[in-house]
């Protein structure tokens, strides 16, 4: 017989998280599940570490070259056999009710979807500037660090689009809407790692901006917007530099990388206006 769920993990290099991961999906109060782990060719030892583990749910498949989230996400779900899937990532850890709270709102709220909190290293974790802050607290972010769904209407939706590097999940999200509503379930709960934010990965994001524009072509989405204006705060800074020193201000400052990554919040401004507007010029949409 097919479960009941599948946990989706799509990993890249994640030996140093993986580990646990596993074990905190294998220990849920909720069993009957398999867990589907799409590596997307990792170079250390994230596979021997699955491997290791000696539980008939997981099933491993390993991408033959570099694919991508949205790829990989796709390729769990045509392995995934379970009438809902569950997704979370594999440097996330959660606690052994969390397929038991999300099949709850799933079954008793009438919805087709449910998200749940992220928290960031813990509920009373005090971020500075270079911590890669990735969290959910009261919903509304469909990211799927922790979201599940039901797999027929993730199928109808047309799964993740692949064309799209940022963003994917609240992209997928908006289009199963269209089917149902997703909920939000507080006591459904994961907990990611702290990541220290480099130069180069900050600069990186700056390419979300492109994604916003599609989002609010396709959707009309207004996320992180203020009337049409795109990460305002950002415009600000990009504008007016001396505003970086806002965060000496908050205590946002604390260390050697708090201080050195701030000449690169300026940069990565710039450069996500940019890409803004050149976007924005291509697609024929008026954002600021």
């Not at 813990?122 to 500037?129: C, F, N, V």
């Not at 992209?171 to 379930?185: H, P, S, V, W």
């Not at 459904?188 to 130069?199: A, E, F, L, N, R």
Request: charged share 25%; with cysteine.
């Amino acid at each position: 017989m097919n479960p009941h769920v599948s946990v989706v993990l799509c990993v890249r290099n994640e030996e140093k998280y993986i580990g646990s991961c596993i074990k905190s999906i294998l220990s849920q109060t909720y069993e009957d599940f398999e867990v589907i782990i799409i590596d997307d060719k990792s170079n250390d030892h994230t596979q021997a570490i699955v491997e290791k583990f000696d539980d008939k749910r997981i099933r491993y498949f390993r991408n033959d070259g570099w694919c991508g989230i949205p790829r990989s996400r796709n390729r769990g779900l045509k392995h995934a056999k379970g009438e809902y899937v569950f997704f979370t990532d594999g440097d996330c850890e959660v606690p052994n009710n969390w397929i038991e709270e999300g099949l709850k709102s799933l079954k008793s709220q009438g919805c087709v979807g449910v998200e749940g909190r992220i928290y960031y290293v813990s509920e009373d974790h005090k971020a500075t500037l270079s911590d890669g802050i990735i969290e959910n607290i009261n919903g509304g972010q469909f990211t799927t660090g922790n979201v599940a769904y039901e797999r027929r209407v993730v199928k109808a939706a047309g799964g993740f689009d692949e064309r799209l590097k940022r963003l994917s999940d609240r992209d997928i999200a908006l289009r199963i809407m269209k089917y149902g509503q997703i909920c939000f379930n507080a006591k459904m709960i994961v907990y990611h790692p702290q990541v220290i934010q480099t130069p180069r990965g900050l600069i990186e994001t700056a390419s979300r901006a492109r994604n916003r524009v599609y989002l609010f072509k396709r959707f009309r989405d207004t996320k992180g917007m203020l009337w049409r204006i795109v990460y305002p705060h950002n415009l600000a800074k990009a504008l007016f530099p001396p505003l970086i020193l806002i965060s000496l201000l908050f205590r946002r400052v604390k260390s050697a990388n708090d201080f050195s990554l701030m000449p690169y919040t300026y940069i990565c401004a710039v450069k996500e206006r940019l890409q803004l507007w050149e976007t924005c010029a291509r697609e024929r949409v008026f954002l600021i």
